[in-house]
């Protein structure tokens, strides 16, 4: 809308969220990554500054990052951006230490979005149900999907008349519940009590880090505190039992424990986990946590089998399929699956 077609690429961080990556892609646009260092997992503004160019359109990240290290330098990789004509995007889906404590638009950003599903209450196990919260600046409103909400003579109407915008977005209305819930939350918590969940969340995420990083087996790349998670890696019990991050979220399962999330692709912390605390959880509750693992570990050392063939007390024991990851058989219709074969498949 510019009239600068030229601008073709978007960059992005490794361990931002792959819809970082995944959008502009999408949208048709190269994607460049960035790496961190390997030692400390910090993010190098030299290396953005030789990675900007004319071509840049802007960049997508999110911080912190999936490994729970914030880049203290965001608001210098925001003016480069800016300063070489592109726009800034944030992934603030891991908020959860930072509400009441830094705002997108004081970092530079010109657009951001947060996750209602994680940081506003709503559950964020299970996948679902996701949902987001967006916002821009005022020069980017014109361009927002229809329909907008628009508050006229004390009315409210949905408008549709707006000729920039990038058009309607499926199921615009989100996942309805999720959105009131969030919204319900952040009203009852106030200003005062949503800098408090990001207190608490940096309280738990440094506790449960104390108690992990004793745990045999067990280790934490990169070093440094993290903000609300952080990115675990189960490399040494994997090279000496055989046990990895798979095997041992099944295990979790016989002990009352949801098998958590281990990381985004690509692996680049061999055999990785990411507990995420959070605010919501007590000090009971991570003990818990914590005991869990450090049992499970206790038996990969000493019984490995036991936890390879876990789990043993779930209604439905596991599922082994290999078509999970191919998606020539993956069937998103009744038609598509009998096309494919149905349950022959």
Same mark, same amino acid.
């Given at each position: 809308?510019?009239?600068? +077609?030229?601008?073709?690429? /978007? ?19 190269? /994607?460049?990554?960035?790496? $961190?260092? $390997? ?13 900007? &160019? ?27 951006? @800016? ?21 997108? !638009?004081?970092?530079?950003?010109? *657009?951001?979005?947060?996750?209602? @599903? ?5 559950? @964020?196990?299970?996948?679902? $149900? ?17 329909? /907008? ?5 004390? !009315? ?30 952040? /009203?009852? *918590? &106030? =200003? !005062? ?63 009352? #424990? ?11 912390? =061999? ?12 000090? =009971? ?18 019984? +490995?089998?036991? #936890?390879?063939?876990?789990? @043993? ?5 596991? #599922? ?11 069937? *998103? ?13």
């Amino acid at each position: 809308d510019n009239g600068e +077609p030229h601008r073709d690429e /978007v960059i992005t961080t490794v361990f931002s969220h792959p819809c970082d990556a995944a959008t502009p892609a999408t949208a048709g646009y190269k /994607v460049i990554t960035l790496y $961190p260092d $390997p030692e400390t997992g910090l993010l190098d503004t030299e290396a953005l500054k030789e990675a900007v &160019g004319p071509r840049t359109a802007g960049c997508f990240i999110t911080n912190p990052e999936d490994t729970g290290i914030f880049n203290k330098e965001i608001d210098a990789w925001t003016e480069i951006i @800016h300063d070489a004509g592109g726009l800034c995007s944030y992934d603030q889906a891991n908020a959860n230490a930072l509400l009441g404590v830094t705002r997108a !638009r004081e970092a530079g950003f010109d *657009m951001v979005f947060f996750n209602l @599903h994680k940081t506003f209450s709503s559950p @964020h196990g299970s996948s679902g $149900p996701g949902c987001a919260a967006v916002g821009v600046r005022e020069f980017l409103e014109e361009y927002l999907p229809v329909p /907008v909400i628009v508050e006229q003579g004390g !009315r409210y109407y949905l408008d549709y008349d707006r000729p920039k915008s990038v058009g309607r977005v499926r199921d615009f209305l989100g996942n309805l519940q999720a959105v009131v819930r969030s919204y319900a939350w952040c /009203v009852s *918590m &106030g =200003a !005062r009590g949503l800098r408090e969940v990001a207190e608490v969340s940096m309280l738990n995420n440094q506790y449960l880090a104390e108690k992990v990083k004793r745990i045999r087996g067990v280790s934490l790349p990169y070093g440094g505190r993290r903000l609300d998670q952080a990115r675990w890696s189960l490399e040494e019990l994997k090279r000496e039992t055989g046990i990895g991050i798979r095997e041992l979220n099944r295990r979790v399962v016989d002990y009352g #424990v949801q098998s958590f999330f281990t990381s985004h692709h690509p692996w680049l912390v =061999a055999e990785p986990f990411t507990p995420e605390p959070c605010e919501t959880y007590s000090k =009971a509750d991570i003990d818990y946590w914590c005991a869990v693992l450090e049992r499970v570990v206790e038996e990969a050392y000493s019984d +490995p089998q036991l #936890v390879r063939t876990a789990p @043993h007390n779930s209604s439905i024991h596991r #599922v082994e399929w290999d078509g999970f990851n191919d998606p020539e058989r993956w069937a *998103m219709s009744w038609r598509a699956f009998k096309r494919k074969g149905g349950w022959s498949s």
